[in-house]
């Protein structure tokens, strides 16, 4: 019993944070919690204590997306940095945008309805139709919810004051029953205020199965001219919110290696190899992507003049033909016979010839493809993220009759190669 009074007053005079951030399954069946995610077009970078570690996206099979967050619980309370929550629900909500190879399963996703965002002092019916648009198009390009399109809510709504006088005149604000109407999981709603020339986004997610307000979030534009960024900004913050309140498992479907390395490739040899060196700046891809360019240039040259050669060939080996027909039984039999079979094995040589740089260029076309495939998923570390730091202090009781407390501090500087 005195065990658990000493663990509650150590979490009282002591501060305890605990982390909440996103948790990663590869594909053979490793789980890496805690970490937070990069997803680019070809890896994921995922950094955990300070370390971060890139993965082809390939390997990964899913990831929930969680905003990095510390909770301070102590006696007392230590406000949370406004920016680093701020930054961290843009983080989540821009993870997955312009990515189309992450899918949740269906019915897993929230679905979330913008309802009754109203338009305050000084704002115009047409501002507020394109702070509210948007909205909705940031919302839903983060693929990561069911965005409720406005013509279903409007349907809906239009239903409900049918039968319900009380709504239909405004009586009492039905915002969150027609949120159930529509089954939405979540309701964002509203007020776009102006003040002098700055515009106020003020919004905050409604549960309207608990009939509660989960949190709020604001943005200020300095002028009309930055109502438009001011709006993106809101939304991102709003959708990486929501996340805080779900376990959505995004699953990758990618199944080919470098794929979209292999696209390029697959366009013209050595572009690929060149978008990979852009990215990464190693410089061996730049080197292998010219030697494939200027050679597959090179023979490319090569087939249309061994074609041509060819073309040239045939034409002369039918001319042999024709004059050894009309010389038949003449004192020229002898010598258009001799043409006429020159001129075949020459044409059977070139003909050779043209199929062997045909295939020439075809085993670099697939050499191409095959490197692209192989090509290194691990991207250039910068020199914060080879050193790391971490410092560690734990408390211990080992005796409730001696009365001392030890103090273990750990120190470790580490560097990753």
Known sequence: MWRWFVLIVFLFFFPHQILISDTIKLKNGTVIENAKTEIHNESVIISENGVKKTFSKSSVASIKLKPVKMKQESSTPKKESTTSVRDERIRIAESLQDQFDWEADVGSKPRLALLNFQAGNGVTASELETVTEIIITNLVKTNLFEVVDQQTILKTKQEQNKYNEDCRKEIKDCTIQLGELINANRILTGKITKINSKYFINGYIVDPT?????FAESEIAENLSLLTQASEIFAKKIAGGVLEYYDVEYKSKVTIQNLSYIKKSAMFPGYGQYTHYSQNQLEIQKYKSIILASVTIGLIFHNISQYQN?????????????????????????????????????????????????????????????????????TKSSESDQFFFRFESNSRFPSMHAGSKENLLTAEYGYRF
């Open 210 to 214: 608990q009939n509660r307000i989960d």
């Open 310 to 378: 060819y073309l040239e060939e045939r034409k002369m080996y039918k001319e042999s033909q024709t004059y050894f027909l009309l010389s038949w039984n003449s004192p020229l039999d002898a010598i258009s016979l001799f043409n006429e079979n020159m001129r075949h094995e020459k044409l059977k040589q070139t003909q050779i010839e043209s199929q062997t740089a045909m295939t020439l260029l075809a085993a670099v076309y697939i050499l191409n493809l095959v490197d692209a495939y192989f090509l290194p998923t691990r």
